[in-house]
């Protein structure tokens, strides 16, 4: 009966991911898998997370089937913190929120329901982006292309090209954009930049449909919901998926939401309905543990105090980690431009550079990096920043 089946190449993270756990060298380096680490090497349990779980271990509520549009508490802190607790666009009940089985849920469900509504439109993603975009949205039926992005020569967002091709885009076409710390390159617009886009949004009549995965790990939990907020200012619909595995360090909980921004009120609860159905359709409801710890977080002011901080400072050791980087990277190889670890943002640089040398890396150093030239900054650490720097300068 199944003869037939083709093999599967596997992803090239999830796989680079093996094959470094069955690395035995006592040295190796993970700068592949997009996950934070502290500065001992490991993926810590937040002591906001700690707490919230002992809180609820107290309980004996029995664990039943959420709505197919997730907890309503839930919800509700997420559309508050994306959009502001005050926010006009929120009282007015102009947004649709579902809590969704991560950030990959969230795309897939958004993206069902733009097939619905829009057959005949296309999306386009950045060149690079996250290489499940394309694998989701092709998966959703749609047509699949890509704006240019990043600028090779400088390590920044080649922007010129950018607008020069979104302002040839078709009307309706869907376009997937990265509010913060862009997976995989780290490179972020300017607030100035991202208003230009807007108004090219408008313009030329884009549906935007953000993923951010990374709120609060670029320079703030506010400034990195810029772009949404701009899109509210500007009076733009549009879609948001949020994922909060990186910032609660939740990763197996699979935590994430799916927003629509609306016209108005009764536009919205249509909205919901149609991701409700999506949502019966590929899962039928998200799951439980995860939301309750994120929800008791965000709606417990200590709670959510504590959390601030710790999110604040796995930003600022990323940071700390690029200038260490960069520094001895400079000292040992001052021919070698290495500047953009600096300007980059997030958990992520990317040197494509680097790319036709990942194998030696791997193999010769025992340092992982994904192919395509990126590197998760969240790995490096004061004990192997030294071996890495070696391994970079040496390719």
Request: charged content about 20%; hydrophobic content about 40%.
């Amino acid at each position: 009966m199944f003869s037939q089946l083709p093999e599967y190449t596997g992803d090239p993270i999830l796989s680079l991911q093996q094959v470094y756990q069955n690395d035995v060298r006592p040295d190796k380096v993970n700068l592949g898998i997009g996950v934070y680490q502290d500065e001992l090497g490991r993926i810590p349990t937040l002591e906001c997370v700690r707490l919230a779980r002992q809180r609820l271990a107290s309980g004996s509520e029995p664990c039943v089937y959420l709505p197919m549009q997730g907890s309503t508490s839930y919800r509700g802190a997420v559309q508050s913190l994306v959009f502001g607790g005050e926010a006009p666009i929120l009282q007015a009940g102009r947004v649709a929120t579902v809590q969704s089985v991560g950030g990959s849920g969230a795309l897939k469900v958004g993206s069902d329901v733009l097939r619905q509504l829009f057959p005949r439109s296309s999306v386009r993603v950045s060149n690079p982006t996250w290489d499940n975009h394309r694998a989701i949205f092709e998966g959703s039926g749609f047509a699949v292309g890509v704006y240019p992005y990043f600028d090779e020569s400088t390590g920044t967002v080649d922007f010129n090209a950018l607008l020069e091709c979104l302002q040839a885009l078709p009307a309706q076409t869907i376009l997937v954009l990265h509010p913060c710390c862009h997976n995989p390159t780290g490179a972020d617009l300017s607030m100035r930049q991202w208003d230009e886009v807007v108004s090219l949004v408008v313009a030329r009549q884009l549906i935007p449909f953000l993923d951010m995965a990374y709120q609060g790990l670029g320079q703030s939990l506010d400034e990195d919901c810029y772009l949404a907020r701009a899109l509210v200012r500007a009076g733009c619909s549009f879609l948001l998926a949020t994922s909060f595995s990186k910032t609660f360090s939740l990763y197996g909980e699979r935590c994430g939401s799916l927003s629509m921004v609306c016209a108005d009120a009764p536009e919205a609860g249509r909205a919901l309905g149609q991701m409700q159905q999506a949502v019966r359709r590929n899962y039928s409801s998200p799951p439980v543990g995860g939301a309750r710890v994120v929800e008791t977080i965000l709606l417990d002011p200590p709670l959510r105090q504590l959390w601030e901080s710790e999110v604040r400072g796995m930003r600022e050791r990323i940071q700390a980690m690029r200038v260490l980087l960069h520094g001895k990277l400079a000292a040992l190889g001052p021919g070698r431009d290495w500047g953009f670890l600096l300007t980059q943002r997030g958990m992520f640089s990317y040197a494509p550079a680097l790319a036709a040398r990942a194998d030696e890396l791997r193999d010769r150093h025992a340092v992982y990096m994904v192919a395509t030239g990126r590197l998760c900054m969240a790995g490096l650490n004061p004990g192997n920043a030294d071996r890495v720097a070696l391994a970079l300068s040496a390719c």
